[in-house]
T-cell receptor, first 115, second 117 residues
Framework: DAGVIQSPRHEVTEMGQEVTLRCKPI?????LFWYRQTMMRGLELLIY????????DSGMPEDRFSAKMPNASFSTLKIQPSEPRDSAVYFC?????????????FGQGTRLTVV | AQKVTQAQTEISVVEKEDVTLDCVYE???????LFWYKQPPSGELVFLIR??????QNEISGRYSWNFQKSTSSFNFTITASQVVDSAVYFC??????????????FGKGTHLIIQP
């Protein structure tokens, strides 16, 4: 299995621009998570989905952030408009929830720089 | 609310020394899961171990061992005979009920471990 795949690996954008981060979870996993890592705040859970349905988005910092999961094999995290303080590494993770639940497997992350 | 505390921000030891990374957690649930992840300089997050709240048996995997004590709400991680390749940031994490499979992880701030040759 290729693992969780995130794209792009690096993104540099200007303040005010729209940014879209993409994630392909491990095939067969039914839970998907978006995390953000910064020096100041560490690793924070932004939002998670179970069976493509958003369950908890209380970690999403502002209305500028939105996430979708149109199907079991794809999710996006969008920031519009982006601001310098959004600069961070964004991780996507997936797992199998239920009777045979597994730990979360992480993608390699997207390093976002907003200038 | 759940919380994970890793009081050691950075630890530096010489290769071959043993080192213990501390983790203290808070949760109101009786069913929960504890994890350790490793983040090497390359940046990815690597799963090391998961324990559920009903299993306090210590675990050993090669040079790695974990000590889970519910009485002190701690889940400490020991590396025996450390090696330079162990240098990384180590995160302790907590998930309530679903084992990290359905409700996300609360991470500690991490401990940066430096192994000097």
């Amino acid at each position: 299995d290729a693992g969780v795949i995130q794209s792009p690996r690096h993104e540099v954008t200007e303040m005010g621009q729209e940014v879209t981060l993409r994630c392909k979870p491990i095939s067969g996993h039914n839970s998907l998570f978006w995390y953000r890592q910064t020096m100041m705040r560490g690793l924070e859970l932004l939002i998670y989905f179970n069976n493509n349905v958003p369950i908890d988005d209380s970690g999403m910092p502002e209305d500028r952030f939105s996430a979708k999961m149109p199907n079991a094999s794809f999710s996006t995290l969008k920031i519009q408009p982006s601001e310098p303080r959004d600069s961070a590494v964004y991780f996507c993770a997936s797992s199998l929830a239920g009777h045979q639940n597994t730990e979360a497997f992480f993608g390699q992350g997207t390093r976002l720089t907003v200038v | 609310a759940q919380k994970v505390t890793q009081a050691q921000t950075e630890i530096s030891v010489v290769e071959k020394e043993d080192v213990t990374l501390d983790c203290v957690y808070e949760t109101r649930d009786t069913t929960y899961y504890l994890f350790w992840y490793k983040q090497p300089p390359s940046g990815e997050l690597v799963f090391l171990i998961r324990r559920n709240s009903f299993d306090e048996q210590n675990e050993i995997s090669g040079r790695y061992s974990w000590n889970f004590q519910k009485s002190t709400s701690s889940f400490n991680f020991t590396i025996t005979a450390s090696q330079v390749v162990d240098s990384a940031v180590y995160f302790c994490a907590l998930s309530e009920e679903s084992g990290g499979g359905a409700d996300g992880l609360t991470f500690g701030k991490g401990t940066h471990l430096i192994i000097q040759p």
